[in-house]
Structure formats: structure tokens, C-alpha cells
């Protein structure tokens, strides 16, 4: 999964617990770094200036911002409205899903099905497909990341949400 939703509406939208409903053979694996909540605004910060750094090169050559840029912008404000009054830390996740069944066909149809579901509630998940075995290496109970790819940064009450 590489982007969780901001606004998830609790009750009835437990998208952890929602696998586990539908009833596939599948098992979502999810990695978890805390930020300290003072580190975390430390490097929002550095992060809010290196942004408004590339903003004003982007004025003085009066060209149009990227859309990545401005969407960049609109979140490193939205998880500091987050953090700053709650005081919480940022947790670093990695949340995948690992499927399986007897034939190649079959784990296909659960992908597209998995997929669809998720993307329906507006998560993005990805299918890579160079990074398939790291990403089922870091099933085995005990591993850290084995990909940074997929590493999505949120507050803690976006986890908290996913499950009843």
C-alpha cells in the first residue's frame, strides 16, 4: 500500500480487519518506525523549507509549479496541523499484503480483487514487480524494511483507525 487515505471515517471503515473479511487467503504485513514527535517537526521543517526553496527558484524563473511540488507542499502543511496540537509522533510504515492460493490464475483474481477493493476506499496500492521477494522477505516475523520504496509516513491515528 503506498498511500493511506487522510480521511478515513471510523466506524465501518477498518481497512485492516476488512482482509480478514474477506475471506482470501492473504496476510497484510505492516513494519512500523516511530519519529519522536520533536525530530519529526524538525524535519518537517527542514523539509517545508527545501520546498519553499525550490517555490521561490520556480518564481525567479516565472515558471509554473509542478504539481508534485504543490501537492508536496499541502502535506508537509497537513501533517504539521496534525502533529503540532497532539503532539504525536510520525510513524514510518510499510504495509503489504502478502497472497496466495494453489494456481497463478487464482492469486491473480485476488490481486484484482484486493486491488479494486482498496482502491475503491481511495488507497493506492502498487504491484511492483522487481521488488516482489524483498517485499515478501519482510513477512518473516523479525525483519526490518527490505525495500524503502514503499515507506509512507502518517500519524499513528491513521494505523489506529485500521483496525475495530
Not at 525495500?147 to 509512507?152: G, S
Request: negative net charge; charged residues 30%; proline residues 5%.
Amino acid at each position: 500500500i503506498n498511500h493511506i487515505p487522510d480521511t478515513i471515517e471510523f466506524p465501518d471503515n477498518e481497512w485492516i480487519y476488512l482482509l480478514q473479511n474477506m475471506n482470501v487467503q492473504a496476510e497484510i504485513c505492516i513494519h512500523l518506525t516511530n519519529i519522536e514527535h520533536r525530530e519529526a517537526l524538525g524535519k518537517l521543517d527542514r523539509k517545508k523549507r527545501e520546498i519553499e526553496s525550490q517555490m521561490d527558484n520556480i518564481d525567479e524563473a516565472k515558471a509554473s509549479y509542478p504539481e508534485d511540488l504543490l501537492r508536496s507542499r499541502d502535506e508537509a502543511e497537513e501533517l504539521e496541523r496534525e502533529l503540532k496540537p497532539a503532539r504525536l509522533p510520525v510513524t514510518k510504515a510499510c504495509v503489504s499484503i502478502c497472497i496466495s492460493d494453489a494456481t497463478r490464475e487464482e492469486v491473480e483474481d485476488k490481486v484484482k480483487h484486493i486491488c479494486q477493493v482498496y482502491a475503491d476506499r481511495r488507497f493506492i496500492v502498487e504491484r511492483p514487480g522487481d521488488d516482489q521477494l524483498k517485499i515478501f522477505m519482510q513477512h518473516i516475523p523479525g525483519t526490518g524494511f527490505y525495500t524503502k520504496n514503499f515507506i509512507i509516513k502518517l500519524p499513528p491515528t491513521a494505523l489506529a483507525g485500521g483496525v475495530f
